[in-house]
């Protein structure tokens, strides 16, 4: 994955920022001319914090739109449509802090399902499971937050799909590791 600079970072959590807001306020947003990177097709997160508390994070896993686009589609559901979380008042917008994950393609991991744990590096990979016609995934930072080794992970990556832990030893189900970039207020 072509990494982004530190600037570009900072220009796509202050994009972040401004579409987080003008979602909130129900307002029209029109971006500035972006750098190059930012028409380029990647996945993208856009994490909510507030009082170090989850308040919400949305994003496209797949690179199926410029990265403009993405991180203000990202960053709309995030502050609007997460459905573990109420949408975000206009009063909270001062206390929410930002966190924008630019993700790598993701890789099917293709070891055999039981030792699919020897191929999840925690701390670098984020995964996604997928079978029985559900998917979740857990962004790379997840896992260190938590201090949860690669079994953990992939166990909590299982319960985000609404299946039960263990789910990733089975060939029925696929597990996928992606990289990501992040930037944060």
């Known amino acids: 994955m072509m990494l982004l600079s530190e600037e570009d970072g900072r ?36 994490t909510l914090n507030m009082d170090g508390e989850l308040r919400g994070c949305i994003g496209i896993p797949l690179p199926v739109m410029p990265l403009q686009e993405g991180i203000i589609e990202a960053a709309h559901s995030a502050a609007l449509r997460d459905p573990r979380f109420m949408p975000v008042a206009a009063e909270e917008l001062p206390l929410i802090t930002l966190e924008v994950t630019i993700l790598s393609v993701p890789e099917e991991i293709t070891a055999p399902p039981a030792s699919r744990a020897d191929e999840v590096e925690v701390g670098k990979h984020g995964l996604i499971v997928e079978g029985r016609r559900r998917s979740g995934l857990l962004l790379p930072q997840v896992a ?10 992939l166990d909590h990556t299982c319960r985000k799909a609404g299946l039960p832990p263990g789910c990733w030893r089975d060939e029925q189900v696929s597990v996928f590791r992606f990289e990501g970039q992040i930037f944060s207020e």
Not at 144 to 153: Q, T
């Open 144 to 153: 260190s937050e938590y201090g949860w080794n690669a079994v953990e992970f």
């Open 11 to 46: 220009i796509g959590v202050s994009l972040a920022r401004e579409a987080l807001r003008a979602a909130v306020l129900h307002e029209e947003l029109t971006p500035p001319p972006l750098p190059p990177v930012f028409s380029e097709k990647r996945g993208i997160f856009v």
